[in-house]
């Protein structure tokens, strides 16, 4: 079994940076896209930013030019630097993998900006 776990969030400033990490163990087959992943209280899970196995990124406008998503293959790690913190990033944050064998979430992070 895939297990995925996050870590690095917490109760931050609006304006400072934390990073997130998200490590993956088990059986891990092929890797392909890894993502993270947001859910605000009473809001829908979106994507925040994404990563492709040949390290092609995409980013949700509101957090474009603030966070930075980047992977290390050969630890099976994931990261996402997020500067300038806002209000509005206050969410919980949830790292996604998809392999050749299928789709795995990680428990999730809390991430609170106090404004």
């Known amino acids: 079994q895939v297990q995925l776990v996050e870590s690095g969030g917490g109760l931050v400033q609006a304006g400072r940076s934390l990073r997130l990490s998200c490590a993956a163990s088990g059986r891990i087959f092929s890797i392909n896209n890894m993502g993270w992943y947001r859910q605000a209280p009473g809001k829908q899970r979106e994507l925040v930013a994404g990563?492709?196995?040949?390290?092609?990124?995409n980013y949700a406008d509101s957090v474009k030019g603030r966070f930075t998503i980047s992977r290390d293959n050969a630890k099976n790690t994931l990261y996402l630097q997020m500067n300038s913190l806002k209000f509005e990033d206050t969410a919980v944050y949830y790292c996604?993998?998809?392999?050749?064998?299928?789709?795995?979430w990680g428990q999730g992070t809390q991430v609170t900006v106090s404004s």
């Open positions: 996604k993998m998809a392999t050749s064998r299928g789709v795995y």
């Open positions: 990563i492709s196995s040949g390290g092609s990124t």
